[in-house]
């Protein structure tokens, strides 16, 4: 429940545990590279699934091409580009105006689990540091 970030309040209410004792838990069994790995897999299922939307955009405009209905072709063709430019963006392989989001980089990714990692004994402070992170995560991402 709290690698599919369920609030602690809400497992602590389900399980009738105190709050301290979930955050107690958290910071002593959830450990930073399996909640990346979490992350991580999570990421590429999105980005999966919207490849597999690219595709069959892609296969829809290719039919509606030979259709000659040029009003459907155009729509489609703006589909197509906006998803790829998802995609892109998503990946890194487009910079949003020179903007670079170090969120999807493998180096962040072994930053955030490294000081994660080394907060592990200190799990107040670990949970602190990761609402930060998260809290930065937020903003930047609203801004772009």
């Known amino acids: 429940m709290l690698l599919d970030k369920i609030p602690m309040r809400n497992i602590a209410e389900k399980f009738a545990l105190s709050l301290s004792s979930v955050n107690r838990h958290k910071g002593a069994h ?14 590429e299922n999105l980005l999966d699934q919207l490849k597999n939307l690219q595709t069959i955009a892609m296969d829809t405009l290719k039919k509606a091409q030979d259709s000659q209905d040029l009003r459907v072709v155009a729509t489609l063709i703006g589909q197509a580009r906006g998803n790829l430019e998802l ?21 962040w990714i072994m930053v955030r689990t490294a000081m994660l990692q080394a907060l592990a004994p200190y799990p107040e402070a670990r949970l602190a540091v990761a609402a930060a992170l998260d809290a930065v995560q937020r903003v930047d991402h609203d801004t772009h």
């Open 87 to 107: 995609l892109f963006k998503l990946t890194g392989e487009l910079a949003q105006e020179g903007a670079v989001n170090i969120v999807v980089l493998p180096e």
């Open 30 to 43: 959830l450990s930073a590279s399996l909640v990346q790995a979490q992350e991580i897999a999570h990421a």
